[in-house]
């Protein structure tokens, strides 16, 4: 992409098809002998970490396309079955949910590097205009795959989303409707969404072509922000970048298999393992953590139509960057004042992000508020006068010359991560206060779990109790629809016998047919069968008349759709605890949180006033007492133990290839961290010569 | 530089090649493995059981074990001596009668109803041989499930199966 070719095969067939398609030659001029600057430091991987992330998206999106249905019917489940019966599916699903954020984060890492060496200035404005074009691609995409799983934020999300468009004046309704394909997002929505979502990945593919090319034309931009002035300034891209780049994508990968091997959920939201409910609308609705600084934008602004508008301005503005900084030196190493400003923005747009995720209450808003102007004036303001009024320091002659230490990258991350820590930890703790007096319900106390951790392990009897607790208390009201009686007896779950799975499952009724004479019937439960409904309602209308109003929720993925608020700084701890057990702890909780009323709660009629959930009054009247399930290996069957079991049980309904995931992930991290040293000796090996000269 | 040099350099770089490389493969694991059958498809191949009594002489039903269409044909005395009385050297795929069917069983002929040419759905009760012919291209099978005839290679596949009764199968 950088001129004619300096590759001549020697092969009498290489030649001869050369001559035809000069492909081999581009790969080589691009990637192989194509000058790199000699100074780059491990900010500049981040290019190569998203291509490699952008094809790590489409090969699994590929893979769990093999096993998705879009349909509103069957969404949910056909993710489920995925993530229980197919080979690995669990794996390929928890990728590229995973993947989907990692991709995020190397590309703000990818734009924060940009902005810090100014790598949007003259001659780079279109390669950087491209990179904003893939940036906005991306967010399309993330936003409509997380539609795809169909549960309740997905469908939320998806709600509140298209209706940003309902603030254009005069046509809003009309083109929402369009955009639905109907009066309400339904399965013309969800079909339309998963086609683009399918799409769109190829489109990024095909700008980021662009993009690279736009780059090989321009030159890559380096640390000092001096342009190479002679060979001795640049490597050739191979072995120098190649090297650098693989040994970083390694290390990058660490990253990326701890959360999909140790925290695969944390990422997400638990409400998105609830079904789609188009008539209740999750308490908090949070978009993916990626885009919460723009949605912090758009609540902080009082009107819908001028919050959409500073939504999507606070992104296009960066299109016009390169316009607005008037400095004609690059890179902050050589801008005193604008180093500063480039981390108190950092920091204003991590505050942005923390505050999108927080409910849209009282000094949240202020906060928003505050950091929103100060979002557009850092844009407006601080970057084009910095330009007028900064003297920046000295620029090397050459790169040669530049003495740029490498600790700078280091002293730059440090500075990142102390910056985003102070400010949130600086975040008031007036704040804290006045967020339990809003919670009405207490923190459910923790438990040890065997499962917890990176070698947790089911307890087989434990389950074999839960189970039993299930069976002879939970299953009257509640289903257990993605479990199949053959689960039982698979490695890494209750550790039944074949035999004692099929004398569990020939205990149940299921209904089959139609037999040859066209009548349905009943028959005992085979291994094979999945659990079947409950046998006190037969639909949610009826299960509303008896139970006040309310459906009793499937338990197949409750452990995981069940969650409470961890809270400033517990939910960034629990990344490295890998604290899994909100769900759980939580179930147990609400098992034992019956007590009468207080004074001044006045109960609903059918409610069960409960400390632990939600709205403190449940439908459910409580469900276990003392010695209520008879415990056959001499357990003592208390209320509390009663809970546990169910709650373990219930955990591994949810994730039955817990023990797989961390089996797998623990070889998964040893190889990679022997792989990671390799490469790093690889890499001082290859660069020995280069920095032996400089 | 010394000798020993480049030969530690190579091993380094060969040794991290290879571990790429193994990386490589077991990630490769995962994506080939994905498409084989599912858990459930699987479970759902379990064994069937097939009640005969219903089926009347000179009948042939169809039913479905692992997404397969299983032929159960009742045969009549006339079938039974037409798949007996053949010149077995002479077939295309030699298999004496004996072979296909269990042993005192004579009149059940239980074969996977899929045309062994390219996978067509034979039709019972047509052809020159009491049998079966495949309308794709024009295969013939005897009544005893044997290519007599047409481009397929073999006779029709015989399932797993085992009598439970005189008048019950399992196939699987
Ligand atoms: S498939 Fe039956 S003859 Fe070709």
Redesign the interface.
């Known amino acids: 992409m950088s001129g004619p070719s300096s590759y001549q095969p020697q092969n009498a067939f290489l030649k001869w098809f050369e001559a035809r398609l000069p492909i081999i030659g581009l790969v080589h001029s691009s990637f192989v002998a194509y000058p790199t600057p000699k100074n780059l430091n491990y900010w500049w991987t981040f290019g190569g970490i998203l291509s490699f992330m952008l094809g790590v998206q489409i090969?699994t999106g590929i893979?769990l396309v093999?096993?998705y249905t879009p349909h509103v019917d069957m969404a949910f489940d056909s993710v489920e079955?995925l993530m229980?019966?197919?080979?690995?599916?669990w794996?390929?699903r928890y990728l590229h949910s995973n993947g989907a954020s990692m991709f995020f984060v190397a590309v703000y890492i990818h734009m924060f590097r940009g902005l810090y060496y100014g790598s949007y200035k003259e001659p780079r404005e279109v390669l950087w205009i491209l990179g904003v074009i893939i940036y906005l691609l991306m967010m399309a995409t993330g936003f409509l795959g997380y539609t795809l799983p169909w549960g309740q934020m997905s469908f939320w999300g998806a709600t509140v989303i298209t209706n940003f468009f309902s603030a254009i004046p005069i046509v809003g309704e009309t083109v929402v409707t369009w955009l639905w394909g109907g009066y309400a997002i339904g399965n013309p929505t969800l079909q339309r969404f998963f086609s683009l979502h399918y799409l769109l990945p190829f489109v990024i593919a095909g700008v980021v072509v662009l993009h690279v090319w736009a780059l090989h034309v321009a030159g890559q931009g380096n640390p000092t922000g001096v342009e190479p002035k002679s060979s001795q300034d640049t490597v050739p891209f191979t072995p120098y970048a190649t090297v650098k780049d693989s040994f970083m994508m390694v290390v990058f990968c660490i990253v990326f298999a701890w959360f999909v091997f140790y925290v695969p959920n944390y990422l997400g939201h638990a409400d998105n393992y609830i079904p789609a409910n188009p008539g209740v609308t999750p308490m908090h609705i949070v978009p993916e953590w990626y885009y919460l600084p723009f949605y912090a934008i758009l609540r902080s602004i009082p009107d819908k139509l001028a919050g959409v508008i500073a939504m999507f301005s606070s992104i296009l503005i960066l299109v016009f960057l390169p316009w607005l900084d008037t400095s004609k030196v690059r890179s902050a190493s050589y801008r005193p004042l604008y180093r500063v400003f480039f981390w108190i923005f950092v920091a204003a747009c991590l505050g942005l992000g923390y505050l999108g995720s927080q409910a849209p209450e009282g000094i949240y808003v202020i906060a928003a508020r505050i950091l929103t102007a100060y979002y557009f004036i850092h844009f407006i303001i601080i970057t084009p006068l910095l330009g007028l009024i900064e003297t920046p320091k000295p620029l090397p002659n050459s790169i040669s010359e530049s003495v740029l230490k490498r600790s700078g990258a280091v002293a730059a991350l440090l500075a990142l991560l102390v910056g985003g820590a102070t400010f949130l930890g600086s975040t008031p703790s007036a704040l804290a206060q006045e967020k339990q007096e809003i919670h009405e319900t207490p923190i459910p106390p923790r438990n040890t779990w065997s499962f917890a951790g990176p070698f947790g392990k089911f307890d087989q009897q434990q389950l074999q109790r839960g189970f039993k607790v299930y069976k002879e208390v939970c299953s009257t009201c509640h289903g257990l629809k993605f479990l199949?009686f053959?689960n039982l007896a698979e490695a890494g779950g209750p550790g039944f016998t074949e035999a004692q799975a099929a004398a569990i499952a020939a205990d149940f009724k299921v209904q089959d047919g139609p037999n040859?004479q066209g009548d349905m019937f009943e028959r005992d439960g085979?291994?094979?069968d999945a659990f079947p409904p409950p046998t006190t309602w037969k639909n949610e209308a009826q299960a509303r008349q008896l139970y006040s109003g309310t459906v009793p929720p499937d338990m197949s993925v409750l452990a995981k759709a069940r969650t409470y608020e961890r809270g400033f700084p517990w939910f960034l701890l629990d990344i490295f605890t890998q604290f899994q057990e909100e769900g759980v702890d939580y179930i147990v909780a609400l098992m034992k949180g019956y007590e009468p009323a207080p004074a001044g709660f006045t109960l609903p009629a059918g409610g069960n006033y409960n400390k632990y959930f939600p709205s403190n009054s449940i439908a459910m009247p409580p469900p276990l007492t003392d010695g209520l399930v008879d415990y056959t290996d001499g357990t003592k069957s208390t209320i509390e133990q009663q809970a546990k079991d169910v709650a373990a049980f219930l955990a591994w309904a949810a994730e039955p290839h817990m023990e797989a995931r961390k089996r797998i992930g623990f070889q998964v991290m040893v190889?990679l961290v022997?792989?990671a040293g390799?490469?790093y000796?690889?890499k001082k090996?290859v660069w020995a010569d280069v920095h032996g000269h400089a | 530089m010394s000798s020993a040099e480049p030969s530690r350099?190579d091993f380094?770089?060969i040794?991290?090649g290879t571990?790429?490389a193994?990386?490589a493969a077991?990630v490769a694991w995962?994506?080939i493995?994905?498409?084989?059958p599912?858990?459930?498809?699987i479970?759902?191949g379990?064994p069937i059981d097939v009640d005969l009594g219903?089926i009347a002489e000179g009948q042939v039903i169809k039913v479905f074990w692992r997404s397969k269409p299983i032929f159960i044909s009742h045969r009549t005395k006339k079938e039974i001596d037409e798949a007996k009385n053949v010149n077995v050297a002479s077939l295309p795929d030699p298999q004496p009668d004996s072979a296909r069917v269990k042993e005192g069983h004579d009149q059940w002929l239980v074969v996977i109803g899929i045309c062994t040419h390219l996978g067509c759905i034979p039709l019972a009760h047509q052809g020159n041989y009491d049998g079966w012919f495949c309308p794709c291209h024009g295969s013939q099978y005897d009544s005893s499930g044997r290519i007599r005839q047409g481009p397929a290679p073999a006779n029709l596949y015989i399932p797993p199966y085992a009598f439970l009764s005189d008048t019950k199968i399992r196939i699987g």
């Open positions: 090969i893979v093999m096993h079955h229980r019966d197919v080979n690995y599916g794996l390929l199949s053959r040859d085979r291994v094979g190889f022997i792989f390799l490469m000796f690889t090996k | 350099r380094l770089y040794a991290t571990v790429g193994v990386g077991a995962p994506l493995s994905q498409m084989n599912d858990a459930s498809t479970a759902a379990a219903p």
